[in-house]
């Protein structure tokens, strides 16, 4: 997201497209790296355009501005390049600035606070003695619109935590037979409100009133062992509300060091927004969710969390969803936690997927088991100076092939080291044995697998494997 005073750099720049060849021609030997503001006599600014061969040209325009669209049309003007406007900015231009106020904003377009209604359990000492009390309690925290689907009777798809809709002290017997929200109600970022008690129910047990702006959400699956849950509601409904919401934009990838803002809804009092830096991209922290203790694969955050944020999304400083936010370190400040981005997209797909594939005997979330067993080594950190980024990097060996499984059926052995995994003709890299994990949550019966391996110094591809659905296991 971009402000109009960050385009200082680059004010007035269309008129200079025609003035330099190298822009305009896009040539792959000399190009724009940036351009700069240089100085001024009072009526008219000096501009100072860097090109990647170490040479400059200035030029002169009057003290006004020139938004970076006003560049962009007349680029494609110029050079009849098939590009659009986000590869524009990204590849021509360098906009610098710290102030992420507009990203915020943007952002907010896709955020709700979520209220989850559970029927617990608890214990009345009186005159009476001890006897069991069964009551509505109401818990809190945010989600993100992850897709909308403008036809007719389509879904709005929202994601947020399972914990956020599951409550292990539910008592199933009376809430529905499960442990999931019974009633779940979402409220956009300006339409906001507070449930209220407005009376008891046929059972006995408090009712809520979530006034003209609560709306009603639909669990359609989650994943206790990802910590990510799916809940739906009409388009049209939801936009009865506010027809101006929007689907999160996804990240391609994130990066230590890369700001990261949380949008959440902190001691249920109302959306709003903290700010800092992927501290780092994989860590192991272990959640205690439904009474059994799990590694969860986390981004370790700066960004103050609190009570509520759960759920909520995790941005860079681009406004695009990088991860979910879910747990925080009480006893550090501002060491807090994540759903990676990749496990968020992965499962959240999965669960969509099989919800709309037409199988009443499909539901939840599934994931492919290769049949295969695990080490890493070699680890490193490996810098692209190209991108200014870098990456963790190792090899994931194979230690053991299971009999009758996906890898043994393809030609898999013992010590080869796993390099990529293609799906469907599409490979997808290896370089963190996490990432085998990530890959098999896309996977669906009816796909095609084949594995790129090193053996012995040499790369092997092996057979092609069509996945079938017992090769898919239900993911808690």
């Known amino acids: 997201m971009f402000q109009a ?18 822009f305009a021609a ?3 030997q000399t190009y724009v790296t940036s351009i700069a503001k240089s100085g001024t006599d009072g009526n008219y600014d000096i501009y100072t355009i860097y090109y990647s061969d170490g040479s400059t040209s200035e030029f002169t325009m009057p003290n006004s501005m020139v938004s970076a669209e006003d560049l962009y049309q007349q680029y494609i003007i110029e050079t009849g390049e098939d590009i659009s406007y986000s590869e524009f900015l990204s590849k021509y231009m360098n906009v610098s600035g710290t102030d992420t106020s507009s990203t915020i904003n943007y952002c907010l377009q896709s955020c709700l606070k979520i209220y989850a209604e559970f029927v617990e359990t608890g214990y009345s000492i009186g005159f009476g003695g001890i006897t069991t009390v069964s009551d509505v309690n109401v818990y809190t925290g945010a989600a ?3 897709s909308i689907d403008e036809d007719a009777d389509g879904y709005t798809y929202l994601v947020t935590n399972y914990h956020v809709v599951y409550d292990n002290d539910a008592d199933a017997s009376k809430n529905g037979g499960t442990k999931i929200a019974r009633e779940i109600y979402g409220y956009l970022y300006g339409s906001e409100g507070t449930p209220t008690a407005s009376g008891r129910d046929s059972d006995g047990y408090t009712e809520y009133d979530y006034g003209q702006y609560g709306i009603s959400l639909e669990y359609v699956g989650g994943s206790v062992e990802n910590d990510v849950a799916v809940l739906r509601v009409k388009t049209e409904d939801i936009k009865a509300v506010n027809e101006n919401i929007r689907a999160v934009d996804v990240a391609d990838t994130y990066y230590v060091g890369e700001t990261a803002i949380a949008i959440g809804n ?8 903290t700010q800092g830096i992927v501290s780092t991209e994989n860590e192991h922290i272990t959640l205690n969710i439904d009474g059994t203790l799990r590694s969860y ?25 990088i991860g979910i936010t879910n747990a925080g370190n009480t006893e550090d400040q501002n060491i807090n936690y994540a759903v990676p981005l990749e496990v968020v997209t992965g499962t959240v797909d999965n669960i969509i997927y099989y919800a709309n ?4 005997s499909t539901n939840n979330a599934y994931k492919v088991d290769f049949g295969i067993t695990t080490s890493s080594s070699g680890s490193k950190y490996v810098y692209d ?12 060996k194979v230690e053991s092939v299971i009999s009758g499984g996906i890898a043994a059926n393809v030609g898999v052995r013992t010590g080869d080291v796993i390099r990529g995994i293609i799906v469907n003709g599409v490979e997808k890299q290896i370089t963190r044995t996490f990432m085998l994990d990530d890959v098999a949550l896309t996977i669906r ?8 391996l090193e053996r012995d110094g040499d790369s092997v591809t092996t057979s092609v494997y069509n996945v079938a659905a017992d090769d898919l296991g239900t993911l808690s």
Do not use: H, Q, W
Request: with cysteine; net charge negative.
């Open 5 to 22: 005073r960050k385009l200082m750099a680059v004010a007035a720049c269309a008129a200079t497209i025609a003035l330099v060849p190298a």
């Open 26 to 28: 896009c040539s792959s």
């Open 144 to 146: 993100v619109i992850y």
């Open 266 to 273: 902190p001691e249920g009092n109302g959306l709003s927004v």
């Open 297 to 321: 694969r986390s981004l370790r955050i700066d960004t103050p969390l609190y009570s509520g944020n759960s759920g909520g999304g995790l941005f860079n400083s681009d406004g695009e969803l």
């Open 357 to 360: 594939d037409g199988d009443s």
């Open 385 to 396: 100076s190209s991108s200014g980024y870098g990456a963790i990097e190792e090899d994931v």
């Open 445 to 452: 019966a009816g796909d095609t697998v084949s594995l790129v």
